[in-house]
Nanobody
Framework: HVQLVESGGGSVQTGGSLRLSCAASGDTDNNNCMGWFRQAPGKEREGVAR????????YRAGSVKGRFTISRDTAKNVLYLEMNSLKPEDTGMYFC????????????????????WGQGTQVTVS
């Protein structure tokens, strides 16, 4: 399994920016994808962005395209989410997730099955 610890959340005004980080440890060699999800109060969790670990291919939800960027520092095993032009509707708990190669089940998003989750970091935009 992989242990994931998010950081970087906070409260910002509309139009502001934040950068989330996710430090991964444990069996990271078996991950084929890393991703960010979010959950707003009273709503279901939704995928925000994901990156594949081999090719670095990225995918972002339509609602964040042009504003959010997902990236990864492979040497440090850290996943990032750069968030710009934040809107109140971006408010929610943001979760980092990892997909284990060749393991069935999990949460499907943008072609990857996510199995391991962090505890989340809160983002509030007002």
């Amino acid at each position: 399994h992989v242990q994931l610890v998010e950081s970087g959340g906070g409260s910002v005004q509309t139009g502001g920016s934040l950068r989330l980080s996710c430090a991964a440890s444990g069996d990271t060699d078996n991950n084929n994808c890393m991703g960010w999800f979010r959950q707003a109060p009273g709503k279901e969790r939704e995928g925000v962005a994901r990156i594949t670990t081999v090719s670095g291919s990225t995918y972002r939800a339509g609602s964040v395209k042009g504003r959010f960027t997902i990236s990864r520092d492979t040497a440090k095993n850290v996943l990032y989410l750069e968030m710009n032009s934040l809107k109140p509707e971006d408010t929610g708990m943001y979760f980092c997730a990892a997909a284990r190669r060749s393991v069935a089940g999990g949460t499907l998003y943008a072609g990857c099955y996510f199995h391991d989750w962090g505890q989340g970091t809160q983002v509030t935009v007002s």
